[in-house]
């Protein structure tokens, strides 16, 4: 398998402009895991899903972030309109959610940056 | 509310000497735990976990962590230190099935030859 991809691996954006990462995660994992990292902030969990349902999004900052899973092999995380403030790294991972313990993987992740 | 703490921003060794990265946890119910790391401009990767059982679990590339249910820590160690051990380390815990996964801030390891 080659593992959870993430696409693109960098993204530029003008401030205002619609903004959507993708992640694929690995084959037969049923949990998927959107989180974004910053040197302020560190690793932030933003929303995961299980079976393609949104379980938590608790940490998606504002009504400007949204994700789909509209099925078990793809996820979106779209920001709109996209800030400065949103530049950061963005990291999806899977897992095989029906086990207590197994870990994540993780994705290359995606490096954005809004102008 | 569930959470994992990492003490220290950055840990400094010399080759070859012993190294400690600390984890300490706070949640309700049995912890599943782990250690993963991270080298510049990568993902994040697996290194061990603990589930259950022994307290002393061994992982990828030589490394072991600690399991303390009374002092609530998970203590990433190696024996000794390889400069190409120098990356950004992070404890996690996740609280069972098909459960969201929490990061602590990440301890920065850096070993000088």
């Known amino acids: 398998d080659a593992g959870v991809i993430q696409s693109p691996r960098h993204e530029v954006t003008e401030m205002g402009q619609e903004v959507t990462l993708r992640c694929k995660p690995i084959?037969?994992?049923?949990?998927l895991f959107w989180y974004r990292q910053t040197m302020m902030r560190g690793l932030e969990l933003l929303i995961y899903f299980n079976n393609n349902v949104p379980i938590d999004d608790s940490g998606m900052p504002e009504d400007r972030f949204s994700a789909k899973m509209p099925n078990a092999s793809f996820s979106t995380l779209k920001i709109q309109p996209s800030e400065p403030r949103d530049s950061a790294v963005y990291f999806c991972?899977?897992?095989?959610?029906?086990?207590?313990?197994?870990?994540?993987?993780f994705g290359q992740g995606t490096r954005l940056t809004v102008v | 509310a569930q959470s994992v703490a990492q003490p220290e921003d950055q840990v400094n060794v010399a080759e070859g000497n012993p190294l400690t990265v600390k984890c300490t946890y706070s949640v309700s119910g049995n912890p599943y735990l782990f250690w993963y790391v991270q080298y510049p401009n990568r993902g994040l990767q697996f290194l061990l976990k603990y589930i259950t059982g022994d307290n002393l679990v061994k992982g990828s590339y030589g490394f072991e962590a600690e399991f303390n249910k009374s002092q609530t820590s998970f203590h990433l160690k190696k024996p000794s230190a390889l400069v190409s051990d120098s990356a950004l380390y992070f404890c996690?815990?996740?609280?069972?099935?098909?459960?969201?996964?929490?990061f602590g801030s990440g301890t920065r390891l850096s070993i000088r030859p």
């Open positions: 991972a899977s897992s095989l959610g029906g086990s207590d313990h197994t870990e994540a993987f």
């Open positions: 996690a815990v996740k609280l069972g099935r098909a459960s969201k996964i929490i």
């Open positions: 084959s037969g994992h049923n949990s």
